[in-house]
């Protein structure tokens, strides 16, 4: 499996991104596809994720500012960020699990910065 991330850039405070992410291989069911994101010294971090039959899961900082949502058809999955602030600002990397194993993407860099 291998996972492409889209959609980073430089954005002002209360400003919206959109990221997203393509996942291409096989990618059995049930599994959960997934955002983290990561800043300078800290760990990586889970924003948001959704399975395969649409349970959600946010960070309490995402929630009521950031969607996840996902396309079973295209392997797909997209992170809606609104409202965004600059302490989202971070590399964010897309994710996915499939048979308790997890494969990542390249990271996209988010900065919010007025």
């Known amino acids: 499996v291998q996972l492409q991330a889209f959609g980073g850039g430089l954005v002002q405070p209360g400003g919206s991104l959109r990221l997203s992410c393509a996942a291409s291989?096989?990618?059995?069911?049930?599994?959960?596809m997934c955002w983290y994101r990561q800043t300078p010294g800290k760990q990586r971090e889970l924003v948001a994720a959704i399975t395969s039959s649409g349970s959600l899961t946010y960070t309490d900082s995402a929630k009521g500012r950031f969607t996840i949502s996902r396309d079973n058809a295209k392997n797909t999955v997209a992170l809606q960020m609104n409202s965004l602030k600059p302490e989202d600002t971070a590399v964010y990397y897309c994710?996915?699990?499939?048979?308790?194993?997890?494969?990542w993407g390249q990271g996209t860099q988010v900065t919010v910065s007025s």
């Open positions: 994710n996915v699990v499939v048979s308790s194993r997890g494969y």
């Open positions: 291989g096989t990618i059995s069911s049930p599994n959960t």
